[in-house]
């Protein structure tokens, strides 16, 4: 596709929910990371994926997440026993190649709300 | 360890010009990337720096001193729709990691 697409736009999960997001890169895109954005806050790395190899996972915060890229495109994000510090912003980003400069697109993000 | 620091928040008036500094302390430093972002929307690309020195683009430019952990972002001419948070973002590591900084708010007034 044109950009970057994840789904669903916006969650609202209740607390112990497992939940699961999407992210489409854009066609051919190699790289694929995942960040969490508090509220007011920068975006915190959490994993990458460089085709279906999951390279670095050193950012996620405990073992109710887990990531998935298992055909080297789509990728999903999954949260166990969601909590209410789980809520923020996920953002997905891609690029063609590993190192490129200048190269990574996000999308739009999915906002998580656990009430 | 990954340390990044620039200012919260900002304000500047319609028409000038605002400078946002960003230091940073990364291993493996690859580069650095100043990303814009509206609230509720995506960051969007505004500059890379890999070398030292300064890198303009249209009302926007960017300098980077490696040997000083030090990058800002100068915004000329401001317009109303440049009211955002501007991130830094050194990479580092082999696959060019971002590391973010909180982001300062700006604020632009007429």
């Known amino acids: 596709g044109a950009g970057v697409s994840q789904s669903p736009r916006y969650k609202v999960a209740k607390r112990g929910q497992d939940v699961a997001l999407r992210c489409d890169p854009i066609?051919?895109?190699?790289?694929l990371f995942w960040y969490q954005q508090a509220l007011g806050q920068g975006p915190e790395f959490l994993t990458y994926?460089?085709?279906?190899?999951?390279?670095?996972k050193s950012g996620l915060p405990s073992d109710r997440f887990f990531a998935e890229r298992p055909e080297g495109s789509v990728s999903t994000l999954k949260i166990q026993r969601t909590q209410q510090e789980d809520s923020a912003v996920y953002l997905c980003a891609s690029s063609l190649e590993p190192g490129e400069g200048a190269g990574y697109t996000f999308g739009s993000g999915t906002r998580l709300t656990v009430v | 360890g990954q340390n990044i620091d620039q200012p919260t928040e900002m304000t500047a008036t319609e028409g000038a010009i605002v400078q946002i500094n960003c230091t940073y302390q990364t291993s493996g430093f690859n580069g650095l990337f100043w990303y814009q972002q509206h609230a509720g929307e995506a960051p969007t690309f505004l500059s890379y720096n890999v070398l030292d020195g300064l890198e303009e683009k249209g009302r926007f430019s960017s300098f980077l001193s490696r040997s000083k952990g030090y990058s800002y972002l100068l915004l000329k001419e401001l317009q109303m729709k440049d009211s955002a948070s501007y991130l830094c973002?050194?990479?580092?590591?082999?696959?060019?990691?971002?590391?973010f900084g909180a982001g300062t708010r700006l604020a632009v007034h007429p």
């Open positions: 994926f460089q085709n279906e190899a999951q390279l670095d």
């Open positions: 973002a050194p990479v580092s590591g082999g696959y060019n990691k971002l590391i």
């Open positions: 066609s051919g895109h190699v790289s």
